[in-house]
T-cell receptor, first 113, second 110 residues
């Protein structure tokens, strides 16, 4: 019972590089989301999806792209990495968003140098 | 969604009951109050959710007064392992985004 799986767990990028953070869930949840968490801070919503083919912006979407081609996967793309994107990234899924319980992955720690 | 306000940090001792209060003055009729717990280097974990009055599970109790403008998470007889950040969220019943605030950093001492 894997739940929400994020890869990689750690990543170091150079400024200007691009990469994709992977997120997969095996619970057949419709709602998936990406958050970033800076040191000592709360989680901020980047993008979310209420189902395959549907995505929307959260609180801090600039510099990130998402797509949702399947129910299981919700990758987050950094287009041109900047030091300000150094953070821990969490992916979450829940049956329908809103009041349903969200399950989180273990996070990806990203450092941009 | 209603903005939430909660203490930045709290300290307590093992064996004590801890109450963390959250303010959500602009809560709407179809909003629910949800609490998550986050340990260092882990993603948040759902603790409890309620709409009004009192909800209790094996981990915590949630008290919500009639006007629903605040709520209190109660952790009975805390231990060192309850040291974590606790987030109070207001979530809408329909499919919608889930927004976290800054949370309350709870430290439990021996």
């Amino acid at each position: 019972n894997a739940g929400v799986t994020q890869t990689p767990k750690f990543q170091v990028l150079k400024t200007g590089q691009s990469m994709t953070l992977q997120c997969a869930q095996d619970m057949n949840h419709e709602y998936m989301s990406w958050y970033r968490q800076d040191p000592g801070m709360g989680l901020r919503l980047i993008h979310y999806s209420v189902g395959a083919g549907i995505t929307d912006q959260g609180e801090v979407p600039n510099g990130y792209n998402v797509s949702r081609s399947t129910t299981e996967d919700f990758p987050l793309r950094l287009l041109s990495a900047a030091p300000s994107q150094t953070s821990v990234y969490f992916c979450a899924s829940s049956p329908t968003g809103g009041r349903t319980e969200a399950f989180f992955g273990q996070g990806t720690r990203l450092t941009v140098v | 969604l209603a903005k939430t306000t909660q203490p930045i940090s709290m300290d307590s001792y093992e064996g004590q009951e801890v109450n963390i209060t959250c303010s959500h003055n602009n809560i709407a009729t179809n909003d629910y109050i949800t609490w998550y717990q986050q340990f260092p280097s882990q993603g948040p974990r759902f603790i409890i959710q309620g709409y009004k009055t009192k909800v209790t599970n094996e981990v915590a109790s949630l008290f919500i007064p009639a006007d629903r403008k605040s709520s209190t998470l109660s952790l009975p007889r805390v231990s060192l392992s309850d040291t974590a950040v606790y987030y109070c969220l207001v979530v809408r019943s329909s499919a919608s985004k889930i927004i976290f605030g800054s949370g309350t950093r709870l430290s439990i001492r021996p």
